[in-house]
């Protein structure tokens, strides 16, 4: 059973409802599949689902969530299948993304970090094996101009089993205000 780590981005509903309409015309089996997310961590075995939570928490302990927007997307061959994905690309926190990206390949996680995979933060919103019609997306998504913005607020550990996601445990990042009052458990 494959696991992943996931970041649902807090998104404003005009803004979710885009991409999700977005995803409905070209990317119809993931949008079955999965709500618009950041994948950190891909399809690991080396993990049990315990495990891969507390490797999480423990890369989480003292960070903040990350603010993202989006401003444009990019055409990406897919380095494992035929098709070409229409990623919506970070501007504000790609290096927080791929910052954390890197740290949670760290320890139990390095032999499976694919060196040969540039990692790019990104949310999937067009899949084809039509290269031509992903770059005439882009062109268009990007003329139209893209400003999305929110935040990666948690981590979710997800599963694959028969083609289904299974969510198992939600990971918040542990950043707690030092303003706040002791014993509060108010975090940002």
């Known amino acids: 059973m494959p696991l992943f780590l996931v970041a649902f981005p807090r998104l404003a509903e005009s803004d ?9 015309r070209h990317d119809r089996e993931r949008h079955a599949l999965i709500d618009p997310h950041i994948t950190l961590v891909f399809g690991t075995t080396a993990l049990r689902p315990n495990d ?24 990406v061959k897919d380095p494992l299948s035929d098709n ?12 927080a993304l791929t ?5 949670l390949y760290s320890g139990p996680l390095e032999p499976e970090l694919r060196r040969d995979i540039p990692y790019v933060p990104h949310m999937t919103v067009a899949t084809s094996d039509d290269g031509s019609a992903c770059e005439a ?43 706040a009052a002791a014993g509060s458990n108010r975090w940002r």
């Open 52 to 75: 891969l939570a507390a490797h999480a928490k423990t890369q989480l302990q003292g960070k903040r969530p990350i603010p993202i927007t989006f401003r444009s997307a990019k055409a």
């Open 137 to 179: 997306l882009v062109d268009e998504l990007n003329g139209k101009g893209i400003d999305v913005a929110g935040a990666v607020l948690t981590l979710d550990v997800i599963a694959l089993v028969d083609q289904r996601v299974q969510a198992l445990e939600t990971i918040a990042f542990g950043w707690r205000d030092p303003t």
């Open 99 to 103: 910052a954390l990206h890197d740290r």
């Open 84 to 95: 070409t994905q229409v990623y919506l690309v970070p501007d504000e926190g790609r290096d």
């Open 16 to 24: 979710f409802a885009w991409i999700q309409a977005l995803r409905a």
